[in-house]
């Protein structure tokens, strides 16, 4: 039903409740700097009308052959979507004075955790919320009572962008539901910001169904946290400009350390479970990546138009070679392990020294010396505080995580699509991971730019 698609769960649907006008104003000061004269006051004030939609999709293909082609059926037939956008409405759906909202950051470390925690307290404190506490340690921080609740406000907030990590901290794991909204109900919880990524989001859209069960009136609005860009629909989510930026310095590290050796060969393991955004990104930004290697993206080692004959290949012709490979890529040539981690991840085996050892082997039995270099960036990408345009989004994503909980939303998320900032349902973000699709026109580019082979 692509009418209805992303229609937003609202408070309303099942409580009885009326809206009041809003306590968000952008001149309630007194001030007069937001002018233009003949602007009706509702623009001056930014607030979005309900009724708003941003365009998912702005492209339209005429044929199914045209390169990156997304069609919804084989004559490639258009269906326009529209998604709700996100901001300060003029009607809102809880009393500022009473809220008490709570915020809980889960899963692993991204850059911009901090500065999105800052932007939702400071809009809340706008509103006039009085009382917002922070859940200490991702969704174990509800039920573990040796975690005490660490309470926010602008002072608290203040200088947290300026470093790394997260001021509530996070963890994987301890996600039972019932236990959680039993700890929301007890704490009189009425707005919850939940940062996560997509098993956060899982859980936050059970809690979200859990509370209107029990008729909790709690508004569950999630930040999408994940560094490898894997959300649906989202042209990127915080953070993952950073880790691109960031993974540079290693690939540069990578390129020099394979250009000043003799026959060097530089190696470099970047995140990436199941998407290979950013080692695709990585290795078109920094130019310097002869190998990208991602999950979604079959290769062999072995054999002609094998990675390793490649290899052999760039040694006599280049003198050196840097490769970059994506955590999750290549896990087929991998022992399997049912091992999985406190989240029921399952765990990945180690790619990244997998194919070092390989290189050394092969180069040790063709007789060619090589000199192999391994790095491993993955915990300095992700304890990073964000760059410039991370820590924008960050606080645009941040800011109205708060308008769309004041507006009675409850289990969506805030997200960016096609330059617009929207809100959407929960599920329609995380049905499966975003993956980087082989066909698509970047991928073709990376091809382009590293010059590599289809290694099958
Ligand atoms: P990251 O990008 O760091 O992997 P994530 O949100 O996917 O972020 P996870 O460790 O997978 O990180 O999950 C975070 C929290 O969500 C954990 O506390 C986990 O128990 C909980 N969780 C994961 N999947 C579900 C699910 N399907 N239902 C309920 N809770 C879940
Ligand atoms: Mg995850």
């Given at each position: 039903?692509?009418?209805?698609?992303?229609?937003?769960?609202?408070?309303?649907?099942?409580?009885?409740?009326?809206?009041?006008?809003?306590?968000?104003?952008?001149?309630?000061?007194?001030?007069?700097?937001?002018?233009?004269?003949?602007?009706?006051?509702?623009?001056?004030?930014?607030?979005?009308?309900?009724?708003?939609?941003?365009?998912?999709?702005?492209?339209?293909?005429?044929?199914?052959?045209?390169?990156?082609?997304?069609?919804?059926?084989?004559?490639?037939?258009?269906?326009?979507?529209?998604?709700?956008?996100?901001?300060?409405?003029?009607?809102?759906?809880?009393?500022?004075?009473?809220?008490?909202?709570?915020?809980?950051?889960?899963?692993?470390?991204?850059?911009g955790?901090?500065?999105?925690?800052?932007?939702?307290?400071?809009?809340?404190?706008?509103?006039?919320?009085?009382?917002?506490?922070?859940?200490?340690?991702?969704?174990?921080?509800?039920?573990?009572?040796?975690?005490?609740?660490?309470?926010?406000?602008?002072?608290?907030?203040?200088?947290?962008?300026?470093?790394?990590?997260?001021?509530?901290?996070?963890?994987?794991?301890?996600?039972?539901?019932?236990?959680?909204?039993?700890?929301?109900?007890?704490?009189?919880?009425?707005?919850?910001?939940?940062?996560?990524?997509?098993?956060?989001?899982?859980?936050?859209?059970?809690?979200?169904?859990?509370?209107?069960?029990?008729?909790?009136?709690?508004?569950?609005?999630?930040?999408?946290?994940?560094?490898?860009?894997?959300?649906?629909?989202?042209?990127k989510?915080f953070?993952?400009d950073?880790?691109?930026?960031?993974?540079?310095?290693?690939?540069?590290?990578?390129?020099?350390?394979?250009?000043?050796?003799?026959?060097?060969?530089?190696?470099?393991?970047?995140?990436?479970?199941?998407?290979?955004?950013?080692?695709?990104?990585?290795?078109?930004?920094?130019?310097?990546?002869?190998?990208?290697?991602?999950?979604?993206?079959?290769?062999?080692?072995?054999?002609?138009?094998?990675?390793?004959?490649?290899?052999?290949?760039?040694?006599?012709?280049?003198?050196?070679?840097?490769?970059?490979?994506?955590?999750?890529?290549?896990?087929?040539?991998?022992?399997?392990?049912?091992?999985?981690?406190?989240?029921?991840?399952?765990?990945?085996?180690?790619?990244?020294?997998?194919?070092?050892?390989?290189?050394?082997?092969?180069?040790?039995?063709?007789?060619?010396?090589?000199?192999?270099?391994?790095?491993?960036?993955?915990?300095?990408?992700?304890?990073?505080?964000p760059?410039?345009s991370d820590a924008i989004l960050c606080t645009v994503l941040?800011?109205?995580?708060?308008?769309?909980?004041?507006?009675?939303?409850?289990?969506?998320?805030?997200?960016i699509?096609?330059?617009?900032?929207?809100?959407?349902?929960?599920?329609?973000?995380?049905?499966?991971?975003?993956?980087?699709?082989?066909?698509?026109?970047?991928?073709?580019?990376?091809?382009?730019?590293?010059?590599?082979?289809?290694?099958?």
């Open positions: 039903d692509f009418e209805n698609r992303f229609d937003l769960p609202h408070l309303r649907d099942v409580f009885d409740i009326k809206p009041m006008p809003t306590t968000f104003s952008l001149h309630n000061r007194g001030s007069q700097i937001v002018s233009g004269a003949d602007l009706p006051e509702d623009r001056k004030n930014g607030y979005v009308n309900d009724d708003d939609r941003a365009l998912l999709k702005v492209i339209k293909y005429s044929s199914p052959t045209s390169a990156g082609a997304e069609c919804i059926d084989a004559d490639c037939s258009w269906v326009e979507q529209w998604v709700h956008r996100a901001g300060p409405r003029k009607q809102i759906y809880f009393e500022p004075e009473k809220v008490n909202a709570g915020i809980v950051t889960c899963g692993g470390l991204c850059p955790l901090n500065d999105v925690i800052r932007q939702i307290v400071f809009t809340l404190e706008l509103y006039g919320v009085k009382k917002i506490i922070g859940i200490p340690f991702g969704y174990r921080g509800f039920f573990d009572q040796g975690l005490p609740e660490i309470p926010l406000s602008r002072n608290v907030v203040q200088n947290i962008n300026l470093a790394g990590g997260s001021l509530l901290g996070v963890s994987r794991g301890g996600a039972n539901v019932s236990e959680i909204v039993d700890s929301i109900q007890a704490r009189g919880i009425d707005m919850l910001f939940i940062l996560g990524g997509n098993g956060t989001h899982a859980g936050a859209n059970a809690i979200h169904n859990e509370c209107h069960k029990r008729k909790m009136k709690v508004s569950v609005v999630c930040v999408p946290k994940t560094i490898d860009n894997d959300i649906l629909l989202m042209d989510t953070g993952f950073t880790s691109v930026e960031e993974a540079q310095r290693a690939i540069n590290s990578a390129y020099i350390e394979a250009h000043s050796a003799y026959h060097g060969i530089g190696l470099v393991k970047l995140m990436g479970r199941s998407s290979g955004f950013i080692a695709m990104h990585a290795s078109l930004s920094s130019g310097q990546i002869d190998v990208c290697l991602i999950p979604e993206v079959p290769f062999k080692l072995d054999g002609p138009y094998g990675v390793l004959q490649h290899l052999e290949h760039l040694i006599e012709t280049k003198g050196s070679a840097v490769v970059c490979v994506a955590e999750g890529a290549g896990q087929d040539m991998l022992e399997k392990s049912n091992a999985t981690d406190a989240s029921g991840n399952v765990v990945l085996g180690d790619i990244g020294v997998h194919i070092q050892q390989r290189i050394k082997r092969h180069f040790k039995e063709v007789g060619v010396p090589a000199d192999v270099k391994y790095i491993d960036p993955t915990y300095m990408i992700r304890a990073c505080r760059n410039a941040g800011q109205n995580a708060v308008h769309g909980a004041f507006a009675g939303y409850s289990g969506i998320t805030v997200g699509c096609n330059t617009h900032y929207v809100y959407l349902p929960i599920p329609e973000v995380i049905a499966s991971p975003r993956t980087v699709d082989p066909n698509s026109r970047m991928w073709h580019r990376c091809l382009t730019s590293t010059g590599q082979p289809d290694f099958m």
